[in-house]
DNA sequence: TCTATTTCGGACAATTTTGTCCTTTATTGT
DNA sequence: ACAATAAAGGACAAAATTGTCCGAAATAGA
């Protein structure tokens, strides 16, 4: 579904914005620890991240990365996905064809249209505040 | 979402399953033309799928490879994806978790359920013999 | 200013995926 | 038996993804 460096990003970024609530800022090694990834390849993903301004960063003693508390409830998860992976998950063809469409549809086309709806519908409204809130919430983890 | 192999493998055997309806027998020269995928890595695939009992491969002269005609509403979409992909992508976590489930769920534990049980069911009740039909009624198409 | 801290960025390494080439094996027709 | 055809399978190569290492740049505090 989603590449390693995508799902290292959704978590990197949710674990910054529940800890960015709580008005803290966090470093690249608490987020490793906590989300459990690669710490060097994690920082390549954080700069992706700060990149497309979707997290902020601060070098020097006491930096890290943080994501504006008002800012939390505006990004929403197509916009990580689409910065480390692309749209193609949620707007592509299903069998990878770049002109599939009600006129050229291949195979999986009608069976395929729903199901992208609801994936680029879930992706396109879950902001990182909801996600942040079940977090700190401890509905939901990051780790197992 | 799938990967190239799957791809591939998807295509060619819709390909062969359409052509088995009408009786063909078709050869890996003919399914990489008419699926437009490097010859060689189509041969990798297609014998995935012929190990996986989901093709038939004739040898020699006149061979190639074909889906028994009464067979071709008995083999389902997951079948083939789970044969060379694996069945994460319609049974596993968005996140890549091993244990996500309900009572350790991920972030987009709740948010995904739904989406990847909509994927599991088209892969689950969608026929080779459904989408060859399409095929053959020229309302799908294998190429663009 | 000096030092410690932390992100940034480039180069490199390992692994996986994708793709190629060539030989072997099976089969058909002559 | 022989030649031609087509899949099977092994070895290898290229590209993409994942992951590591290390020095540079920025910043805060003493």
Known sequence: MFSKACEYGIKAAVFIAA???EGKRVSLNEIAGEINSPVAFTAKVLQQLTRNNIVDSVRGPAGGFEINKNKADKIRLSKIVAAIDGDSIYKGCALGFQN???NLPCPLHH????IRNELRQMLETTSLLDLSKDINDGVTFLKS
Do not use: A, M
């Open 19 to 21: 800890r960015s609530q």
């Open 100 to 102: 599939c469409n009600e």
């Open 111 to 114: 069976k395929f249209v729903l």
